[in-house]
């Protein structure tokens, strides 16, 4: 338990760990962390209730041993680690690798075995193959930092995690003249930055909100960033997989070999090459361990961000429809973001006890009263967005964009020059010309050992389709308690509205109420026709289960690939709900209060494993 003047020692820096933190933002991570961490009420670990470690499915404990002794002899003691220690949640920069840092079942739920560092490719190679002669099954990860989604924990309690970032992060190449580059699971947005500034390249990445993630990682789990290249694996370009069963595959122009076997000269500039684009179903899936992948970098360019205010709630509905055409025409130079006002709050790094002191979520009336004296007022909605090109051509854009907002009572744009230096637009600024930064983290500052939870639903970009959404999340999280933090990423014809539970993880009964508001906004939308781009790997089925159409032709079929690709079912089963069939309908899929019930004490997956 730390006291709230308690320091912590410094988060790992990039030059030290291929995991770390650059230089330039030591003194933020040091902050971060000590601002974080002093609020934690919890031991730094806890007592562990279970025989550890943690066996794998149908292994027994004599099997494993004997299992593992062969693992270590292959690829040496100090590249297997068995997951026999307490578990320590950490923090963003040092997440652990043993289970879910963000649980929201018990936090001994969803363990693994024993974890495993492979070097080169054959090693990965020699894991799957060791996996399928003792039928364990093994999770890949690349960077781990997954928050909100699972991290690092397998679905299948027991599994040896596959760490592939430990010692697989090289930036292979850096083609700056194609604007590409060719990397390893373990190549953080961190590290591919500042390699990229190293070399002096005019070039940028895009990152997510925070860039401690992998860019590999977070590519093939289809993750967004917010320049113009955001969709991250639309512009991904060529990947090497290890398939479950120890082959080794390139897709994309990699699959036809350069001259005098060099690698293909095209294969990170023309994605599909010939026949069937095969690489769809190696992202969000288990069908394969991805160990390089080819990426578009963005050629530097003008760029200008703003953020526009809305006064009212009730014109909600009225900005969607502003969005879409001006998103449409391409007007809009990046993915945008909706916030709502109750994010200014959450971004000043505030615990929410600073403007709200009793329990249940702060009323609509306190934010208001706590808005008006920050920066952006007493106002409601807050568009945030970025142009880019040269000063003439994103003046024009901004003239487009302020009066076709303009017809909104009230509606006001502001640029970074308008705010103070600690408002969150200034971090937009980086993240939207392709700096990776960390200040995301500041709104987990919010409830004390914050964790949280995405629910991201796809919906049209139209006004009353928004607004259906918006009418189920509002009641939803009213009736569970918590406070509703939406951020929508509006599109030309579909935005991600992501909603952000945060809850305290020492307490079962937030997760519990957390865990049933994700079951009923899955359930709800999905009645309506929305469904969840992305989900925690303990809702993975769930929502799986609401892409039924044609008798869940589309499970049928990928259960199809993965029984064909991994019979012996060791390739992270479970994972975005596809089974192999060695643990289909066994009790290992959660369709109902299961995750409420793991509350109980009562774990994940049937009792018997
Ligand atoms: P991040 O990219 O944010 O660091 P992860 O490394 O945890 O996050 O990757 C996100 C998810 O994608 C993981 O939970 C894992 O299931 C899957 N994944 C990550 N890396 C690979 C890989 N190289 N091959 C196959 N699946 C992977």
Not at 17 to 40: H, M
Not at 185 to 210: H, M, N
Request: aromatic fraction near 8%; charge should be negative.
């Amino acid at each position: 338990m730390a006291s709230s003047n308690s320091t912590f020692p410094p988060p790992p820096s990039l030059s030290s760990k291929y995991s770390g933190i650059p230089d330039r933002l030591a003194a933020i991570g040091v902050e971060s962390k000590n601002r974080l961490l002093s609020k934690s009420t919890l031991p730094e670990s806890a007592p562990r209730h279970h025989d550890v470690p943690r066996l794998p499915p149908d292994t027994t404990r004599a099997e494993f041993n004997q299992a593992i002794g062969e693992l270590k002899q292959i690829l040496g003691d100090q590249n297997v680690e068995l997951n026999d220690r307490p578990l320590v949640d950490g923090w963003y920069l040092e997440h652990p690798n043993t289970h879910d840092a963000f649980h929201i079942a018990l936090q001994e739920d969803l363990v693994s075995s024993a974890v495993v560092y492979p070097g080169t490719v054959e090693e990965v190679q020699t894991i799957v193959r060791w996996a399928n002669k003792h039928k364990i099954p093994v999770y890949p990860i690349s960077m781990g930092r997954n928050i909100g989604y699972g991290g690092t924990a397998p679905r299948v309690p027991g599994s040896v995690v596959v760490d592939l970032g430990r010692r697989m992060n090289r930036i292979l190449n850096i083609d700056a003249e194609n604007a590409s580059c060719l990397v390893e699971p373990g190549v953080s947005y961190f590290a591919l930055y500042e390699e990229i500034q190293r070399q002096k390249l005019p070039l940028w990445i895009d990152t997510p909100d925070v860039g401690g993630g992998s860019v590999l990682g977070n590519a093939i789990d289809r993750g967004v960033g917010y320049t113009p290249y955001g969709d991250h694996f639309a512009n991904h370009c060529g990947l090497e997989i290890v398939l479950p069963n120890g082959e080794l595959l390139r897709t994309g122009m990699g699959a036809l070999e350069g001259k005098d076997g060099a690698d293909n000269p095209t294969w990170q500039s023309f994605q599909p090459a010939y026949g069937p684009y095969s690489d769809g179903i190696f992202s969000q899936s288990n069908f394969g361990i991805v160990v390089r992948m080819g990426m578009w970098l963005m050629p530097e360019t003008g760029h200008q961000s703003y953020l526009i205010t809305f006064p009212r709630d009730e014109d909600f509905p009225a900005i969607i429809e502003i969005i879409r055409p001006l998103a449409q025409q391409r007007v809009l130079g990046n993915i945008p973001q909706l916030r709502h006002v109750i994010q200014e709050l959450a971004t000043t790094a505030q615990p929410k006890s600073a403007f709200h002191s009793s329990s249940g979520p702060i009323p609509r009336e306190t934010i208001r009263q706590h808005a008006s004296s920050l920066p952006v007022g007493d106002v409601s909605w807050v568009f945030y967005g970025t142009q880019y090109g040269d000063a003439a051509s994103i003046s024009s854009q901004l003239n487009l964009i302020e009066k076709a907002f303009g017809v909104i009572p009230g509606a006001q744009l502001r640029l970074p020059s308008d705010l103070p230096p600690e408002h969150y637009l200034h971090s937009r600024v980086s993240v939207c010309s392709g700096v990776p930064v960390l200040r995301e983290l500041d709104w987990l500052n919010w409830v004390p050992n914050a964790a949280h939870l995405f629910f991201s639903p796809i919906v049209p970009t139209r006004g009353r389709d928004a607004e259906a959404v918006h009418n189920i999340v509002v009641r939803l999280h009213a009736k569970y308690g918590f406070d509703l933090f939406p951020t929508l990423c509006v599109a030309g014809r579909e935005m991600h509205y992501i909603v952000n539970i945060v809850y305290d993880r020492a307490s079962v009964d937030e997760k519990r109420r957390a865990a049933a508001l994700m079951r009923e906004m899955i359930a709800e939308t999905a009645a309506e026709g929305y469904g969840e781009y992305r989900t925690h790997v303990l809702f993975a089925d769930m929502v799986a289960a609401t892409y039924s159409w044609g008798d869940n032709a589309l499970m049928r079929f990928n259960e199809t690939i993965k029984d064909a690709l991994d019979p012996n079912g060791i390739l992270a089963p479970g994972r975005n709900g596809i089974w192999p069939k060695r643990f289909r309908g066994k009790g290992w899929e959660i369709l109902g209060t299961e995750v409420e019930e793991a509350l109980d004490g009562k774990g994940i997956g049937p009792s018997s494993s």
